[in-house]
């Protein structure tokens, strides 16, 4: 994964919403990261449990200092940093399938061009199999732009429609 962006945005120069804030005291802000690290099963009685302070005085820092809009605006900001992360991995698989599928396609290509012996090399539905899923990577890696890039294109690839050829 990418280093996650510093505090300060480079186009505008701001703090954001989860850094800490200007009036905010150092132990304030630590119960913040505190709360906001913790997830989806945040809880001030949490905080207060681990840093061994009064729940009133934790529930008078997060109303002070917004922690919820704060801890939300966290969480957008990691969701979109998840999503970039992920837009970019799921790039260089496409550029491996392709890598991949070409690799097939021209071992198919060069088996169908030099085929002299059929029964001791691969058969004719074997190699019109391999064009057949060379093509298949190719156009998902090529064409598919949403998450269903995700899913390998391979689960339920029907070879029987060839298997008819092979017995003829």
Known sequence: MKPIATQ???????TKAWDKLPKESSKAFAAFQLYRNQGQNRSIT??????????SLIQRWSKK???????NAWERFLDKYIQECRKDEIEKMN?????????????????LDGIKNPEKELT?????????LAYKIERSALTTT???KNIFILRGYNFKKYDKDAKN
């Open 95 to 111: 550029q491996r399938q392709i890598q991949t599928a070409n690799l097939i396609r021209d071992l198919a290509k060069k088996k």
């Open 8 to 14: 300060k945005s480079k186009s505008t120069n701001q």
């Open 146 to 148: 949403n998450q269903e």
């Open 46 to 55: 949490k905080v207060s449990q681990t840093l061994k302070k009064s729940r």
């Open 65 to 71: 200092y917004n922690w919820i809009p704060r801890v």
């Open 124 to 132: 004719i539905p074997e190699t019109i199999r391999l064009l057949d």
